[in-house]
């Protein structure tokens, strides 16, 4: 069974910088894209970010110019560079991938098991 593996969350000051990454427990066949979704205590989850394979990265517009993803291909890797955080921006962050694993051949979405944000005032 494909693993999502995260880390990188804690607690920050307001205007603070935190990094997420995100692996692929195992080899996998094809992903695209990667990316990382939140969830807020009461709110729905919802995407913050998402890279394909050849770079392609889309943004939330609440996170914009402060937020970069980044990935690497050859070790299933995806990370979240946070910069200029912002209270709103306290949620449980998920890694999500779409990908076919080497012993399957159909794709189906995985998510981590999430990681805590929190952002002081």
């Known amino acids: 069974q494909v693993q ?19 692996a692929a427990s195992r080899s996998i066949a094809s992903i695209n894209p990667m990316g990382w979704y ?3 205590p009461g709110k729905q989850r919802e995407l913050v970010a998402t890279i394909t394979s050849g770079g392609d990265a889309n943004y939330a517009d609440s996170v ?3 937020f970069t993803i980044s990935r690497d291909n050859f070790k299933n890797t ?7 955080l912002k209270p709103e921006d306290t949620a449980v962050y998920y890694c999500y991938a779409y ?19 929190t952002v002081s005032s």
Request: glycine share 16%; net charge positive; proline share 2%.
């Open 4 to 22: 999502l593996v995260e880390s990188g969350g804690g607690l920050v000051q307001a205007g603070g910088s935190l990094r997420l990454s995100c």
């Open 38 to 40: 939140r969830q807020a």
């Open 64 to 66: 914009k110019g402060r």
């Open 99 to 117: 990908m076919r694993p080497w012993s399957s051949s159909t794709w189906e979405s995985y998510w981590g098991q999430g990681t805590q944000v």
């Open 78 to 84: 995806v990370s979240l560079q946070m910069n200029s």
